[in-house]
Structure formats: C-alpha cells, structure tokens
C-alpha cells in the first residue's frame, strides 16, 4: 500500500529525443507527487511536482502527467541532453503522513551525445 | 535561496571512533531531516525534527544519535559504527506548502566510509 513502483530501472536516450520514466502507486491517499533529479555524488535536487487536482505540469522541458484513475504518473524529459544525464526519483506523500516521503526505486538515465 | 548545507563532504572512520555530521539552512525551514543513501537506492528516512523536536525515529539503532540545536542546525552523531553503515548521509529541510504538505530540499551529503 505504501509503494511506489518506478519504472523502467534505466534508460538510454538520444540527445534530443524525449525521456519517459513511469511511476505508479497503490495508496489511493498519496497527494502530493515530487520528482527528484540526482547526479553522482550530489544529494537529491527537488525537479517538479504535481498534485491530482491537475492532469499535467510542465515546467521548461521537463512535464508530469498524472492519471488519478490509473493511479500512475510519469516524467516527460523533452529534447533530452547530455546533462540531463543522472538518476530520477519519484515520490509520494499524503497529509497525514506529514513530511514522509515515499520514493519509487530510481531509474538511471543515460543521454547520450 | 534553496541550500542546505553539510560538512565534511568524506568522513573515514573506524568502528571505535566518535564523529558528527552537521547540516545547517537559513531558509526558515522548521522542519529537518536525516537520511541514509546506498549506492543506486533511494533515500531512506532516519530521523525528523519539526519545531526542533524529534517527531519521526525510524527505528533507528542508538549508534546514531541526532541532535537539533536550534532550527537552524542538525546535527548527527556517530559512535561504534559498523562497516555496513557506510553511506551517503544527506540532510533535507521543508518548507510547507499549503495546508498539509512539505516541499524537501536535501543537502549535498556526507560520504562516509566506516573501516
């Protein structure tokens, strides 16, 4: 009930084509869902995050859509480049849970030039 | 401004050793928190501070004892560690964002090795 399923666990992309890491969950009370971006040997950077009230999110290039029907909610990475080259987390969260975050396994993405 | 900040950046230390990590913001934040990350796992949570108390222990063994000074500063403190606990240490604070969630900012880490 308390996970989050990520998906796939690494990715390889073109540079300049689009990324797409997958997440869903089971625990119909999550509400809040960050994406976390981290690079090696750095700590987890804070990307985007979106809660159900809307479908999607975008924010440069990188968009969450969300389908609260399916309980799944994914990270779009358009026109991917090199440096985006590092590992995604998702997460989720619901209010009685506090400040707890629930993280996805992490998918590793590779950009290649 | 959205940094945390750690020191040291490596820490080596045998298994009789004392040692702290410490991790300070000045965005306000008043909640604080501790997390222990292997190699290509995510994060997991150790310890929370909310209001510089000790709201969330998760289970963790007394070998690491936290301590938050003011609500600025976290601290953690080291003592007779093993070798399986070498990870990469990052600290996080929140800010609320509306009326029941927290937005989290995690620090650079301490990498620490216990040999």
């Known amino acids: 009930q308390q996970q989050v399923k990520q998906s796939p666990q690494s990715l390889i992309v073109q540079k300049g084509g689009i990324s797409i890491i997958n997440c869903a969950y089971e625990?119909?009370?999550?509400?809040?869902f960050p994406w976390y971006q981290q690079f090696p040997g750095k700590g987890p950077a804070l990307l985007i995050a979106i809660r159900p009230d809307v479908s999607e999110k975008k924010e440069g290039r990188f968009t969450i859509s969300f389908n609260k029907s399916a309980k799944q909610f994914s990270l779009h990475i358009m026109d991917s480049q090199p440096g985006d080259s590092a590992t995604y987390f998702c997460a989720a969260n619901f209010g009685a849970s506090g400040s707890r975050l629930t993280f996805g396994e992490g998918t590793q993405l590779t950009v290649n030039p | 401004d959205t940094e945390v900040t750690q020191t040291p950046k490596h820490l080596v230390m045998g298994m009789t050793n004392k040692k702290s990590l410490k991790c300070e913001q000045h965005m306000g934040h008043r909640a604080m928190y501790w997390y222990k990350q292997k190699a290509k796992k995510p994060p997991e949570l150790m310890f929370v501070y909310s209001y510089e108390k000790l709201s969330i222990n998760e289970s963790v063994p007394s070998r690491f004892s936290p301590e938050c000074p003011n609500s600025s500063l976290l601290n953690l403190h080291l003592h007779a560690l093993q070798p399986e606990d070498s990870a990469l240490y990052l600290c996080?604070?929140?800010?609320?964002?509306?009326?029941?969630?927290?937005?989290?900012?995690f620090g650079p880490g301490t990498r620490l090795t216990v040999t």
């Open positions: 996080a604070s929140s800010r609320r964002i509306g009326t029941e969630h927290y937005e989290q900012y």
């Open positions: 625990n119909t009370a999550f509400d809040y």
